[in-house]
Structures are given as structure tokens and as C-alpha cells.
């Protein structure tokens, strides 16, 4: 009952202060406040109603959360709340910091296993590896427990000792390790590399706290190795904390430049953002790599870059989000993050992709049509329009892969056959020269039919929805055998699909066994030997002409007159 007491004391102090507010002589706000206030006293009344008089028992914390959660569902995505026991997660977002042993965890086959150990990190000095199963942290058993209750036990103080029982595959012993917790930061910048045309290359993960500076002290030491012209790689990088992305443009522009500006409900939060110091290098050519991944603060950066014409964009069309999220703090140590603006960078224009205010009748959201975005310009004239995330200046075609590698990797069939390849092989060539002999994919077939691999698809229950259409419109008499031969093509057959998707398959199993003897850099070195969309930018970087010609406007047809 004590939760019970909190929750009414707080949405009555809340209606008290409503109400008070409510005596303002706007008559639209005072309906506001009188909505606000019934809707509150409506809630209050039902809960106080349920947990008096309900048949089973409820649990208030749950119940009210879950109606948060389903009340912020319908605004957007990004809009959260988070208790006292999750501000953790907020701040690793924000922070990209944490106290543990550094290390992803996953369950698999029953049990709750290390996914990844981080380079140099606690769980990797330890001797953890991928495919540890862990059985007991500080004596308590974990055979049953959930990743969340581990993750939950494996962090804590820095400093702070534990003791972990793990069963390595392919041993029969129970291993006993002792790991002292770090306070553990996440280097954003995954790999960096200068080629031997000078070019420099890094890729650029989160946009955390002090990730500008991360990002200042990689350009330095690309150029103090000889990089003439910069590759920055924000592909798959989700955004972060707005004031980052301005500084790591601020590198690169001059002083005074307006990077983006915020607009929302409240006017005084609207801001606008100027870089504050002088450039490390406005001159030295860069090309930025984007894709569909790449969103929020890494599309401030690449759009930023592209409206000021300062660097070529490579890759695909962005995410698309062009909303601004601000924590509130709330009562007993909760936190909401609201999306409280949009942000529109140097031309003008906000690429936020989709719009929630506006749902279809189904609660689905659409991306804003390309026919209805508006046209802005760059600093030299180029044309550039908004509504749909960063269109590149060089778009290559960003192919998808089969259904069956999904289900391949989240079935964990591929971690469980490198769990066991790796085994047998104590090295392997560097990352850039490694690839998986037909012996080892013939094996991983053999493999993926020994445990009888089952997967769905897509398309075929898509097929399945037309034949329900077909037939309720009558077509399916004088469509039948059409539907038939599609039917044949779409089911899945492991057989032919791990020959037909067998490239995607091979790429999937070698990053995989790449990150076990060279963690995340090497798989990002593996990847960049056979990245169509990196190899575009260096070839842009190696043809000055070529790229310069880029960022000038297109030359107006002049037209004889009559």
C-alpha cells in the first residue's frame, strides 16, 4: 500500500497545482487545465477503484508503468520513460558510460552466454570468450537466470571484485575467474587507418559525451600519419547529444557558422547553434558515409557538411530524424525523455522522415512523400530538399539481404558454429586477407541441417494474406495457376537459399569469426576490403577534379533566343 499512497499523493498534488494554474484568464488554457485535471481524477479514481475492488491482485508499479509506456506509444518512438532502476540505461545513451566488465551478453540454447568481450576491457583480460556460458556470479546460481538479471549482477562499484563460474564449450571442467569491475567508457571511434594515397579513414560510432573530442584527437593523428584528405563513416550510427555533432562539425567549418536550430511548443527553448572556436582544419577534403542506420545528431553532421558544401556525402539516404529529445526529471528518481523540437541545420530545412502528429486510421505512420518534400539550397547553390533524411551527393545501391541470413543470426546458428570452428583453428590471417574456405561453408551447411533449421518468410506469409484477398474478390479461379507458381517459388528451402544467398551467408560467418580473434576493428577492416561505398570515396579523394566538381552547382543550360 505505501506505493499505493505515493502514486495518489502524487497525481493529487499534481491536480492541486493543475488546478491553480487553471485560474489563468486564457480561455483555451483554462480548458486545457480542466481537461488535464478530469483525465487525471478519471485515472486516479480507476486505480484507486481496481485495487480495492479487483478479483486478483494488482501490481500498482506495473500497472501504471505499462500505462505510461502505452500513452507514449502513440507519439513517437523516442519519447521514453524511464524508473529510478533504469536511469542507467539513460545514461549509458548520454554518457556512453558504465561500471561492469565490459562485455555484450545473450541467451542462447537455454542459458545466458558472452555474446562479445570488449578489447582490453575486464571480461577480455579476464580470459572471456564468446560462447561462455556463465553459471554462478558471486556464488548465487544463474543457470535460470534471465540476461537482465545477469547484465544486473555483473555491474556495480568500480574496484568491486567478483567471481564468476563459466562452462566454456568443448570443455567438460567448470572454469572459476575473478574480474574486478571498471568503470567501463566506449570508445566511439571504432577504427581508424591512413591508407597509402594519404588517405585517412575512421569510423565514427556514437555521438557521447566528449565523442568531439575523440573525434579531434583522430583527425590529429590521421594527419600526423599522413593523411592528406579524410573519409569520416557515420553508417550505423543512431545520434546522441546535439552539442556533439556541432562540435565535430565545428572542426572542419569556420567560427560563427550556424549548424542547426531548434523549434518547438516553447519558444524560449528554441536555440540556435554556432560553432565557438576556431576550425582544426577547414580545408582538407572529406567524404561522409551514411546509410539507413545513420540518424539524429549523424545526420546534423552530413547534412550540416553538405548545406555548407564542405564535404561529398557517400552511401544511402539517411534515417530521417529531425526531432530533438529533452530529459525531465520526475518524482522518486524517474526521468522522461520528450521530444520537445525539430532542428533544421544551415539550409533551412528539418529531414525528419515521419509524421507522427498525423496517423493513418490503422495507428501506422508514413514517410513523407517524396513529391511533398520542399527545395532548399546549399551555400554554393546545390539543390537539396527535406522530409526524408540525407539524400547523398553519391547514392550506391545498399542490396538487402536473403531472409534466411536473418534467421540464421538470430537463431544464433552462425555464433554456434564459430563457437565451435574456432576451436580448431588458434589463428587466423588478418582481418583484410581472411575469407572462409568452401571446405568451412560446406561444413556450416552440414551444420545447419544436423539441427534441423526451420525459418519463415516474409514474402510467403505475404502470399498467404493475397490468397485471402484473392479469393474474397473472386480472382482465384482465373489466377490459380500463377498463384501456384509463385506459391513454389516463395517457400522456404533451406537448401537452395543457403546456395542463392550463399554471399551474404559467407560475409555474415566471416564477421562473426573475425571478431573472435580481432574484435569489432577487425571486423570493420574485414568489411572495408569489399565495401562498394567506401571504395567510392576513396576514388572520389584520389580524383581532386572529380571531387570538386561535386560540390559546384549545376551549370544552367543556356538557350538560344529566337
Not at 519519447?79 to 541467451?107: C, P, R
Not at 579513414?201 to 584527437?217: I, K, L, Q, W
Amino acid at each position: 500500500m505505501l506505493h499505493m499512497r505515493k502514486y495518489f499523493f502524487l497525481l493529487l498534488a499534481t491536480v492541486t497545482a493543475l488546478h491553480s494554474l487553471a485560474q489563468a484568464p486564457d480561455d483555451h488554457q483554462d480548458r486545457r487545465y480542466y481537461d488535464i485535471n478530469k483525465n487525471i481524477d478519471i485515472f486516479n479514481s480507476v486505480l484507486r477503484e481496481l485495487d480495492l475492488f479487483y478479483v486478483d491482485s494488482i501490481e500498482v508499479d506495473h500497472l501504471v508503468q505499462s500505462t505510461i509506456h502505452n500513452m507514449l506509444t502513440r507519439l513517437d518512438p523516442y519519447t521514453e520513460y524511464y524508473t529510478e532502476e533504469n536511469m542507467g540505461d539513460l545514461q549509458f545513451l548520454t554518457t556512453g558510460e558504465y561500471a561492469g566488465i565490459g562485455a555484450i551478453i545473450s541467451y542462447n540454447n537455454g542459458q545466458v552466454v558472452i555474446n562479445e568481450p570488449y578489447e582490453r576491457l575486464p571480461a577480455d583480460k579476464a580470459g572471456l570468450k564468446a560462447g561462455d556460458a556463465i553459471l554462478e556470479i558471486d556464488g548465487e546460481d544463474m543457470r535460470q537466470a534471465t540476461v537482465k538479471q545477469v547484465s544486473d549482477k555483473l555491474k556495480g562499484i568500480p574496484g568491486t571484485l567478483l567471481k564468476l563460474k563459466i562452462q566454456r564449450p568443448g570443455e567438460k571442467k567448470v572454469r572459476s575467474l575473478a574480474i574486478e569491475r571498471e568503470k567501463i567508457e566506449m570508445d566511439p571511434i571504432t577504427y581508424a587507418e591512413v591508407n597509402d594515397a594519404g588517405i585517412g579513414y575512421f569510423h565514427f560510432g556514437s555521438f557521447t559525451t566528449h565523442s568531439a573530442d575523440r573525434v579531434r584527437e583522430t583527425v590529429i593523428n590521421l594527419r600526423e600519419k599522413g593523411a592528406s584528405s579524410l573519409i569520416m563513416d557515420l553508417r550505423g550510427n543512431g545520434g546522441g547529444i546535439l552539442d556533439e555533432a556541432v562540435e565535430v562539425v565545428s572542426l572542419f567549418v569556420p567560427k560563427g557558422e550556424e549548424i542547426v536550430s531548434t523549434k518547438g511548443k516553447v519558444k524560449q527553448w528554441d536555440r540556435s547553434y554556432h560553432t565557438q572556436n576556431q576550425p582544426l582544419d577547414e580545408i582538407i577534403p572529406i567524404v561522409v558515409l551514411i546509410d539507413t542506420g545513420s540518424a539524429s545528431a549523424s545526420e546534423i553532421v552530413a547534412g550540416a557538411l553538405q548545406d555548407l558544401d564542405r564535404a561529398v556525402i557517400v552511401g544511402n539516404r539517411s534515417f530521417g530524424k529531425g526531432l530533438v529529445q529533452t530529459p525531465r526529471d520526475l518524482p522518486y528518481g524517474g526521468n522522461i525523455k520528450i521530444t520537445t523540437s525539430k532542428y533544421y541545420i544551415p539550409s533551412g530545412r528539418c529531414i525528419q522522415a515521419l509524421d507522427y502528429s498525423h496517423r493513418n486510421p490503422d495507428g501506422s505512420v508514413a514517410r513523407v512523400p517524396d513529391s511533398l518534400t520542399n527545395l532548399f539550397h546549399t551555400r554554393n547553390g546545390r539543390e537539396v530538399r527535406d522530409g526524408g533524411g540525407i539524400t547523398p551527393d553519391v547514392t550506391l545501391p545498399q542490396k538487402s539481404s536473403g531472409t534466411i541470413a536473418y534467421y540464421l543470426m538470430t537463431g544464433n546458428l552462425i555464433f554456434d558454429f564459430v563457437t565451435e570452428w574456432v576451436q580448431e583453428h588458434g589463428k587466423i590471417a588478418p582481418p583484410h586477407l581472411f575469407h572462409l574456405s568452401d571446405e568451412d561453408y560446406e561444413s556450416f551447411i552440414r551444420f545447419v541441417k544436423a539441427k534441423d533449421f526451420t525459418y519463415d518468410q516474409l514474402s510467403a506469409r505475404s502470399l498467404q494474406q493475397l490468397k485471402s484477398m484473392m479469393e474474397f474478390e473472386g480472382y482465384m479461379d482465373v489466377a490459380s495457376e500463377e498463384y501456384k507458381a509463385l506459391e513454389a517459388k516463395l517457400q522456404p528451402n533451406p537448401d537452395r537459399d543457403l546456395q542463392l544467398f550463399e554471399e551474404d551467408i559467407r560475409s555474415l560467418i566471416e564477421s562473426e569469426i573475425v571478431q573472435r580473434y580481432y574484435y569489432k576493428k577487425g571486423v570493420l577492416r574485414h568489411q572495408l576490403s569489399d565495401d562498394k561505398v567506401f571504395h567510392k570515396a576513396v576514388e572520389l579523394l584520389s580524383h581532386p577534379d572529380q571531387y570538386r566538381s561535386i560540390l559546384q552547382p549545376a551549370q544552367p543550360v543556356n538557350l538560344p533566343s529566337a
